[in-house]
């Protein structure tokens, strides 16, 4: 099944602060397909590193924290660990699939700055 074939997902809720764009959830849904599994979630997380400071992390994860805060779409959940919520509260997660542009991004209004490439922001 392709992203075009699956149905948007909708966000039910958002402890987490965090959103995702149609494009974005969609792919998520797509790439969970793939899996085949169903204890997944989306982890986003912000890790000390890159040339600015801090870097996101995405990634599938069936881990539950202490602490964790899950935003629910119709589908998948959005996870994110306690101490990364401050620095992503309010930030929204893209998908772009272009010859200009490919892979997901973090629009991020906590984010002061960022380096160069792009890789990481403080």
Excluded: W
Aim: negative net charge; contains cysteine; glycine residues 10%.
């Amino acid at each position: 099944m392709t992203a075009s074939q699956l149905a948007e997902p909708k966000q039910t809720d958002n402890p987490a602060g965090i959103g995702l764009t149609a494009d974005a959830a969609l792919k998520v849904q797509a790439l969970l397909e793939q899996e085949g599994r169903d204890d997944l979630r989306l982890r986003v997380a912000v890790q000390p590193g890159g040339c600015s400071g801090l870097r996101y992390q995405l990634f599938f994860d069936e881990r539950a924290l202490d602490g964790d805060k899950v935003s629910s779409y119709d589908g998948f959940e959005v996870v994110v660990d306690r101490m990364s919520v401050p620095y992503l509260t309010g930030a929204t997660i893209d998908f772009a699939d272009r010859i200009d542009a490919q892979g997901f991004t973090i629009d991020n209004p906590n984010a002061q700055g960022s380096c160069a490439c792009g890789d990481s922001f403080h």
